[in-house]
């Protein structure tokens, strides 16, 4: 699917355009053909990927709607996977807040990774505050810093790894499958990968998820404040990621595998 086609279908599109302050759930949940047997495909990559990797595996959840998903269908169904997050020091307040309300729904302990407190002073006081606009190497040396660091502590140790991977997201990710190598030796677990975005919200609303409200204000992707912005009508889910880059740049690193 092509990025400008992946804001869904033409009734969401025309929802967009009513100043209504309707909600993500209202815009975008609803049930299409094949969503049970989605939905069972999902439960059964996860039951399969706990089976193969019984102590080795976690989530990694950048808590957006995808992740929210993942989460709650591992508590759903029994599956005893610890689930992590990397805080960059660069999030939201909701996406903050979000942290504390998942660990109050479902009574599980957040595993949260940071970066290197010296490494970021060092970063802001030789690049800057805005380094990120600066140049595409200073962006990805950001999120080096930021992401891909406490991301290499929150894998320590682990054979595999579970995320909210869809292909509807992006071109880049088109080809992504339910099982594939990270290039670190470790599997990575997609169980959402042929998901659409309705689908996503239809779970959310049909088993009271909790999720990120930035989602309310446009914004499917979220990511660091600095870098992430709402998204117009038509335009792909990850337009609002790094908006003054090219397309085919915009990957922090955490889903880019290695040579």
């Known amino acids: 699917m092509s990025g400008a086609d992946s804001l869904i279908g033409a009734g969401a599109v025309s929802s967009l355009k ?11 949940a609803r049930e299409t053909a094949g969503y049970a047997q989605r939905l069972a495909s999902a439960v059964e990559v996860l039951r399969r990927a706990v089976a193969e990797h019984p102590a080795t595996i976690v989530q990694s959840t950048s808590l957006g709607a995808e992740d929210m998903v993942v989460t709650d269908l591992l508590v759903h169904h029994g599956l005893k996977v610890p689930v992590a997050t990397l805080e ?3 999030l939201h307040a909701e996406t903050l807040a979000l942290m504390e309300r ?3 729904h479902y009574g599980v302990q957040l595993q949260v990774f940071r970066p290197q407190a010296e490494a970021v002073l060092h970063f802001v006081r030789d690049h800057g505050e805005r380094a990120m606009y600066e140049s595409l190497a200073l962006r990805k040396a950001c999120c080096g810093v930021r992401k891909l660091e406490p991301l290499g502590r929150l894998m320590t140790g682990r054979t595999a790894w ?3 991977l869809r292909r ?4 880049a990710r088109g080809e992504v499958a339910a099982f594939e190598a990270d290039g670190q030796g470790r599997t990575k677990v997609n ?6 975005w309705a689908d996503v919200w239809h779970y959310i609303r049909t088993n009271e998820v909790p999720y990120n409200p930035l ?14 912005r709402a998204i117009a009508v038509g ?13 085919a740049a915009k990957e922090c690193g955490l889903h880019v595998k290695s040579a």
Request: glycine share 8%; aromatic share 12%; charged share 20%.
């Open 18 to 28: 009513e100043p209504s302050g309707a909600s993500a759930i209202e815009l975008y």
């Open 88 to 90: 960059t020091g660069a």
């Open 102 to 104: 998942l660990q109050s």
């Open 162 to 164: 579970i995320t909210g």
């Open 168 to 171: 509807e997201q992006s071109d």
């Open 191 to 196: 169980p959402l990968v042929d998901w659409s």
């Open 215 to 228: 989602h309310d204000q446009f914004m499917p992707s979220i990511g660091c404040a600095p870098c992430t």
């Open 235 to 247: 335009e792909p889910f990850r337009a609002g990621r790094w908006w003054w880059e090219d397309e």
